[in-house]
């Protein structure tokens, strides 16, 4: 895989891509609080919720109560309501993603004000021209029906409103606990889990790098409506740190045992580490990757970080798309927006790495923030980009494409069937995202 | 052969997307409904419900019409066209009137009054009323009022239940009628004629659902209190559930339907993980085997989709907690081993398959779930006729408000 080295890029600073935490909900509250208290700097954390006293307690920057007058000071108690307080006010909301290129959106899905709010939050923020990057999680299967149900239209709201959205479904981690494991403890261990991504995903979309990933390939990975993510980071240190995080990795319940990666399409692998980070280290971790995830296109970035010594930080973004979704195929505005007609997928979707394809009319919908780079770079990044092996070579439309003949065969006479955003001639199994092994 | 006159013949004619069907109703003189002849066509010209191919869809109409004449040996001249399709939508409104004079009792022509004011409807251009049908009157803010003619108050109110769909839809089923030259007497919105057929006057009081899951569409229909309260189309059916499977476990349509009829569940059991089934081969290719925990994970899923989606209607109009006698299927789709479970687990009420009661004649062929269409178009007819002759009924009403449809076509 040949990616240009830049080995003198300027920091990120103030012009790098700027970056806005919100927490949403109970939970969205409680995982951005556990990564301020585990020291995060650098990005602005904030939290939205209903209810006023969780909010009291927050430490973080910013806190947004929502529909005080409504529920005073309580919570919404039904998702519908939160959704009512959240589109009551926007303005509030739609400050907090001003002055703001991607907004990470932190959610626990079930509930009433994190399954009603984030999806109104992710369409103010795309509204203003804000990338939302939505990691959110599902509840508990012991958390019973409805709200696994809540969690499921949520989520079907919150992908159309948001670009991209990680998931996390926090029945994987039971398995990592013990037998005799406090809820409080699992709760504790989703938070950890959550902040660790948080703090990977961060890593990856503000520092510079020696081996550039950058935000526009963490949107290339993660988008699609109908795609699904895992998000998975693990540090360590010492002697056999590679092994070490290699295990961690392994052991994260998001990534069910490297299952899913072994299943996903493309994969995004940031390594970060001291300045003691050798060529070896990176290939022998490399070459576990690769190796468990064969299918995949692998995207690879490195960083050195003098603050972490002798860490070595991981952070794998990987994302497994439906069949009926041909690769890298992106979310187009028909795809999103109910009664335009059906979606066109185009063959070599790549739109999204370059900014200036879309035009104003696309300007809404996907927007990675420019590179800030000279005319002359950009060109030359263009190109190399143009260079790299495309996906496409696996050769992927041989078997979409008469699968979507079939899909749409009994149906092309007659109109599509949408209802809130979703064409629902495609199967529901593809859209629901379940998986035929 | 000598052909009957068809004074009080009633004919249901459905226009749907696997089959068309049409049903001879003879109207008897104690008023018992009987049916005396049913003619079927497998349709080729329909999707979702509405016609896709006009010659097509003439030729099986004209079909099913010819076997329907052949059994119940008679000439047929007219029928009540079933009607479908994603563009019809239901929804209430509400008539006010003013008595000026202060209290003084109420009169014929207030309530005429009151229903030409809940007709005033704000339809958007193209669009036709198909149904408007008086749920109840309000007097003085008392609601549930049947006959306010001569009680004493202010202001009088009248709750209307409004079918609609769009002119230009609507018209090419009666187009496809009117050219075998069969004339249209009323144009009737699936949904409601079954659950005519299907449902009790007891269920109609105690407060129903009827789902009708047909080939191309769902239907749906919401009683309480004896009247409509809601309706609702879903352009997601049976079709679907075919192309579902078809997709998901790489065969094709028609092996799909076969799967689906024959293996199809709308529930997945833990017995059937790791299942297999062996196919057959057809052209000398090796024998395939299908994962029927596959196939029965994908139709569970889309007809769970497909019920969540009107518990989601109902929920947001506020009508799930009014239905004491449950969820009435019918259609093919209540044929799925399971769907009674399923719809009980969505909904969370007791559900169980329609049958087509009070009606006499060919029963053995007739109490079947596919029907009930047809029927419920009969029975609906049968009111009608009964109507007419009072000129004030409701079939009357709706006949003038669908005047603009059979002139123009």
């Given at each position: 895989?040949?990616?240009?080295?830049?080995?003198?890029?300027?920091?990120?600073?103030?012009?790098?891509t700027r970056v806005q935490?919100v927490?949403v909900?109970?939970?969205?509250?409680?995982?951005?609080?556990?990564?301020?208290?585990?020291?995060?700097?650098?990005?602005?954390?904030?939290?939205?919720?209903?209810?006023?006293?969780?909010?009291?307690?927050?430490?973080?920057?910013?806190?947004?109560?929502?529909?005080?007058?409504?529920?005073?000071?309580?919570?919404?108690?039904?998702?519908?309501?939160?959704r009512?307080?959240a589109e009551?006010?926007t303005?509030?909301l739609a400050?907090?993603c001003?002055?703001v290129d991607l907004l990470l959106l932190?959610v626990?899905l079930?509930?009433?004000?994190?399954s009603g709010v984030a999806p109104v939050l992710a369409r103010v923020a795309r509204e203003a021209g804000v990338l939302v990057l939505a990691v959110a999680?599902l509840?508990?299967?012991?958390?019973?029906?409805?709200?696994?149900?809540?969690a499921q239209i949520a989520l079907r709201e919150l992908r159309t409103a948001s670009d991209a959205v990680i998931l996390?479904?926090?029945?994987?981690?039971?398995?990592?606990?013990?037998?005799?494991?406090?809820?409080?403890?699992?709760?504790?261990?989703?938070?950890?889990?959550?902040?660790?991504?948080?703090?990977?995903l961060?890593?990856l979309v503000?520092?510079?790098?020696?081996?550039?990933v950058d935000f526009s390939d963490l949107c290339e990975v993660v988008r699609g409506r109908h795609s699904e993510s895992c998000l998975?980071?693990?540090?360590?240190?010492?002697?056999?740190?590679?092994?070490?995080?290699?295990?961690?990795?392994?052991?994260?319940?998001?990534?069910?045992?490297?299952?899913a990666?072994?299943e996903a399409e493309s994969v995004l692998?940031?390594?970060?580490?001291?300045?003691?980070?050798?060529?070896?280290?990176?290939?022998?971790?490399?070459?576990?990757?690769?190796?468990?995830?064969?299918q995949a296109q692998v995207v690879?970035?490195?960083?050195?970080?003098?603050?972490?010594?002798?860490?070595?930080?991981?952070?794998?973004v990987g994302t497994h798309r439906r069949q009926g979704e041909p690769a890298g195929s992106e979310p187009t505005e028909a795809d999103v927006e109910p009664g335009l007609p059906g979606a066109e997928f185009p063959v070599d979707g790549r739109a999204g790495a370059e900014p200036t394809s879309g035009g104003a009319a696309r300007a809404r919908h996907f927007v990675p923030p420019a590179p800030?780079?000279?005319?002359?770079?950009k060109v030359?990044l263009m190109e190399q980009r143009g260079l790299r092996p495309k996906r496409g070579k696996r050769a992927g439309t041989q078997f979409m494409l008469p699968l979507e003949v079939v899909s749409k065969e009994r149906f092309e006479q007659s109109e599509p069937t949408r209802y809130r955003g979703e064409d629902l001639d495609t199967p529901t199994f593809i859209r629901r995202g379940v998986r035929l092994? | 052969?000598?052909?009957?006159?068809?004074?009080?013949?009633?004919?249901?004619?459905?226009?749907?997307?696997?089959?068309?069907?049409?049903?001879?109703?003879?109207?008897?003189?104690?008023?018992?409904?009987?049916?005396?002849?049913?003619?079927?066509?497998?349709?080729?010209?329909?999707r979702k419900?509405e016609?896709v191919?006009?010659?097509?869809?003439?030729?099986?109409?004209?079909?099913?019409?010819?076997?329907?004449?052949?059994?119940?040996?008679?000439?047929?001249?007219?029928?009540?066209?079933?009607?479908?399709g994603a563009h019809?939508?239901?929804?209430?409104?509400?008539?006010?009137?003013?008595?000026?004079?202060?209290?003084?009792?109420?009169?014929?022509?207030?309530?005429?009054?009151?229903?030409?004011?809940?007709?005033?409807?704000?339809?958007?251009?193209?669009?036709?009323?198909?149904?408007?049908?008086?749920?109840?009157?309000?007097?003085?803010?008392?609601?549930?009022?049947?006959?306010?003619?001569?009680?004493?108050?202010?202001?009088?109110?009248?709750?209307?239940?409004?079918?609609?769909?769009m002119?230009?839809?609507?018209?090419?089923?009666?187009?496809?009628?009117?050219?075998?030259?069969?004339?249209?007497?009323?144009?009737?919105?699936?949904?409601?004629?079954?659950?005519?057929?299907?449902?009790?006057?007891?269920?109609?009081?105690?407060?129903?659902?009827?789902?009708?899951?047909?080939?191309?569409?769902?239907?749906?229909?919401?009683?309480?209190?004896?009247?409509?309260?809601?309706?609702?189309?879903i352009a997601v059916?049976?079709d679907h559930?075919?192309n579902d499977?078809a997709y998901g476990?790489k065969?094709?349509?028609?092996?799909?339907?076969?799967?689906?009829?024959?293996?199809?569940?709308?529930?997945?059991?833990?017995?059937?993980?790791?299942?297999?089934?062996?196919?057959?081969?057809?052209?000398?290719?090796?024998?395939?085997?299908?994962?029927?925990?596959?196939?029965?994970?994908i139709?569970?899923l889309r007809?769970?989709e497909t019920?969540q989606i009107?518990?989601e209607?109902?929920?947001?109009?506020?009508?799930?907690?009014?239905?004491?006698?449950?969820?009435?299927?019918?259609?093919?789709?209540?044929?799925?081993?399971?769907?009674?479970?399923?719809?009980?687990?969505?909904?969370?009420?007791?559900?169980?398959?329609?049958?087509?009661?009070?009606?006499?004649?060919?029963?053995?062929?007739?109490?079947?779930?596919?029907?009930?269409?047809?029927?419920?178009?009969?029975?609906?007819?049968?009111?009608?006729?009964?109507?007419?002759?009072?000129?004030?009924?409701?079939?009357?009403?709706?006949?003038?408000?669908?005047?603009?449809?059979?002139?123009?076509?």
């Amino acid at each position: 895989m040949s990616r240009e080295v830049f080995s003198n890029q300027p920091d990120s600073g103030p012009n790098g891509t700027r970056v806005q935490i919100v927490g949403v909900g109970g939970a969205g509250l409680h995982a951005v609080e556990h990564l301020a208290q585990s020291g995060f700097a650098g990005v602005p954390l904030a939290a939205v919720h209903t209810d006023a006293r969780l909010l009291a307690q927050s430490s973080l920057g910013t806190n947004i109560l929502l529909g005080s007058r409504l529920t005073r000071g309580l919570k919404a108690g039904d998702p519908d309501v939160g959704r009512a307080i959240a589109e009551g006010e926007t303005e509030q909301l739609a400050e907090l993603c001003s002055d703001v290129d991607l907004l990470l959106l932190v959610v626990g899905l079930g509930g009433s004000t994190g399954s009603g709010v984030a999806p109104v939050l992710a369409r103010v923020a795309r509204e203003a021209g804000v990338l939302v990057l939505a990691v959110a999680t599902l509840p508990f299967d012991l958390e019973g029906r409805r709200r696994g149900e809540q969690a499921q239209i949520a989520l079907r709201e919150l992908r159309t409103a948001s670009d991209a959205v990680i998931l996390l479904p926090n029945q994987q981690v039971v398995r990592l606990l013990e037998e005799g494991a406090g809820l409080t403890e699992a709760l504790e261990k989703v938070n950890e889990l959550l902040a660790d991504g948080l703090r990977g995903l961060c890593r990856l979309v503000t520092q510079a790098g020696l081996i550039k990933v950058d935000f526009s390939d963490l949107c290339e990975v993660v988008r699609g409506r109908h795609s699904e993510s895992c998000l998975a980071a693990a540090e360590a240190a010492g002697e056999d740190r590679v092994k070490a995080v290699v295990e961690r990795l392994l052991n994260s319940p998001f990534l069910d045992h490297g299952n899913a990666l072994s299943e996903a399409e493309s994969v995004l692998v940031s390594i970060a580490g001291g300045p003691g980070l050798s060529l070896k280290e990176i290939q022998q971790l490399m070459d576990q990757v690769n190796r468990l995830c064969e299918q995949a296109q692998v995207v690879m970035g490195a960083d050195v970080d003098p603050g972490l010594g002798d860490r070595l930080v991981v952070t794998l973004v990987g994302t497994h798309r439906r069949q009926g979704e041909p690769a890298g195929s992106e979310p187009t505005e028909a795809d999103v927006e109910p009664g335009l007609p059906g979606a066109e997928f185009p063959v070599d979707g790549r739109a999204g790495a370059e900014p200036t394809s879309g035009g104003a009319a696309r300007a809404r919908h996907f927007v990675p923030p420019a590179p800030q780079l000279a005319p002359e770079e950009k060109v030359k990044l263009m190109e190399q980009r143009g260079l790299r092996p495309k996906r496409g070579k696996r050769a992927g439309t041989q078997f979409m494409l008469p699968l979507e003949v079939v899909s749409k065969e009994r149906f092309e006479q007659s109109e599509p069937t949408r209802y809130r955003g979703e064409d629902l001639d495609t199967p529901t199994f593809i859209r629901r995202g379940v998986r035929l092994n | 052969m000598m052909l009957k006159p068809s004074h009080h013949v009633i004919v249901g004619l459905e226009i749907g997307t696997t089959k068309i069907c049409a049903v001879v109703g003879r109207l008897q003189a104690e008023g018992v409904l009987n049916v005396v002849g049913v003619g079927q066509c497998r349709s080729r010209g329909v999707r979702k419900g509405e016609i896709v191919d006009f010659k097509a869809a003439t030729e099986d109409i004209r079909r099913a019409l010819a076997e329907a004449e052949d059994m119940a040996n008679l000439e047929i001249k007219s029928v009540f066209l079933g009607v479908t399709g994603a563009h019809v939508a239901g929804f209430n409104n509400r008539g006010r009137v003013h008595l000026p004079h202060g209290e003084r009792e109420i009169t014929e022509s207030d309530v005429q009054e009151v229903v030409r004011n809940a007709r005033t409807l704000n339809l958007p251009a193209g669009r036709d009323v198909l149904h408007l049908i008086r749920q109840h009157f309000i007097v003085d803010g008392r609601s549930g009022v049947t006959k306010p003619v001569e009680m004493e108050g202010e202001q009088l109110e009248l709750d209307v239940h409004v079918v609609h769909g769009m002119t230009s839809r609507l018209q090419l089923p009666i187009k496809a009628a009117r050219s075998l030259q069969i004339d249209v007497e009323e144009v009737v919105f699936n949904g409601i004629a079954s659950s005519l057929a299907v449902l009790s006057n007891q269920e109609k009081d105690l407060g129903a659902l009827v789902i009708d899951l047909g080939a191309g569409v769902t239907e749906y229909a919401v009683y309480s209190e004896r009247v409509v309260k809601h309706t609702g189309v879903i352009a997601v059916g049976g079709d679907h559930v075919t192309n579902d499977l078809a997709y998901g476990l790489k065969v094709p349509m028609s092996r799909a339907e076969a799967l689906k009829i024959e293996h199809g569940s709308a529930l997945m059991a833990p017995e059937v993980r790791g299942r297999t089934l062996r196919l057959p081969s057809e052209t000398g290719l090796p024998d395939r085997t299908v994962n029927l925990e596959h196939l029965h994970r994908i139709m569970s899923l889309r007809l769970e989709e497909t019920f969540q989606i009107i518990a989601e209607d109902l929920e947001r109009t506020g009508l799930l907690d009014y239905l004491r006698a449950g969820v009435v299927l019918c259609g093919g789709g209540s044929r799925v081993p399971g769907i009674h479970r399923l719809a009980e687990r969505v909904f969370g009420l007791p559900a169980s398959t329609g049958r087509t009661r009070a009606i006499s004649g060919l029963v053995a062929t007739l109490d079947q779930p596919e029907f009930a269409t047809g029927i419920g178009l009969v029975r609906f007819g049968s009111f009608h006729l009964g109507r007419t002759r009072r000129n004030t009924g409701l079939a009357s009403r709706i006949a003038r408000t669908l005047g603009g449809i059979f002139q123009t076509s």
